[in-house]
């Protein structure tokens, strides 16, 4: 499998540093590297340890640096995500469309680059990439939080790779099915009706 890099730039909401690093940790990824953070501490936060809800060994193994060339050492590809087309940037993408025939040629580092939450990438960061990758949203509420844009972005990609594969479903013991609550319901409800009426039927 490629080396998959997910880097931040200039993120100013240090809950998002959490956010992401559950997204990716639940996709099976952990190198994480923040460009110019608002927060110089924003891996120890205690906002972004909470919303990190358990993947302390990503916000741990994370990098800041200063500049985006030190968080692109050793990567070959890099993918912007950009909900705007530059006019003279890269090419723009799906994630579907771009990450499943890039993962048939195994690049050795890809990246995925994410601007900060208000004002995104900046043209000269965008004009570096090899895409930029925007995710199919309702034209009329584009809005992704980064967390989530991440969520998306390192699904498609750990999908583009094969995925999981099939696993079983874990033991349900005696846990209640759902679906057979409402049925045992709506097959009593007709014996509540029958019982308050004195057997007098009522049309619905």
């Known amino acids: 499998m490629p080396r998959t890099r997910f880097i931040l730039i200039e993120t100013s909401h240090a809950g998002n540093v959490g956010g992401v690093a559950r997204a990716m940790k639940v996709m099976g990824f952990d190198d994480l590297v923040l460009v110019r953070p608002r927060w110089s501490n924003v891996l120890r936060r205690e ?3 909470q919303r990190a809800s358990g ?3 990503v916000l741990h193994n994370a990098r800041i640096v200063e500049t985006l060339d ?3 050492e050793g990567m070959t590809h890099l993918c912007a995500t950009a909900m705007v087309a530059r006019d003279f ?3 723009t993408r799906t994630p579907r469309q771009h990450l499943s025939p890039l993962a048939q040629t195994a690049p050795d580092g890809v990246a995925f680059l994410f601007g900060s ?3 995104g990438m900046s043209n000269d960061d965008v004009y570096r990439c090899h895409v930029a990758l925007r995710i199919p949203t309702d034209p009329a509420f584009g809005s992704l939080n980064l967390a989530s844009a991440v969520q998306v972005i390192a699904y498609e990609w ?3 790779l094969g995925g999981w594969g099939e ?3 874990p033991p349900q013991g005696d846990a209640v099915d759902a679906t057979a609550v409402p049925a045992r319901a709506d097959a009593q409800r007709p014996r509540n009706l029958m019982s308050a009426t004195n057997g007098r039927e009522i049309s619905s």
Request: glycine share 4%; aromatic share 4%; charged share 40%.
């Open 158 to 160: 750990r999908e583009a």
């Open 70 to 72: 030190e968080a692109l």
């Open 47 to 49: 906002e972004t340890i």
């Open 55 to 57: 993947a302390l060994d």
């Open 117 to 119: 939450e208000r004002f």
């Open 89 to 91: 940037g890269p090419p």
């Open 167 to 169: 696993t079983e479903a």
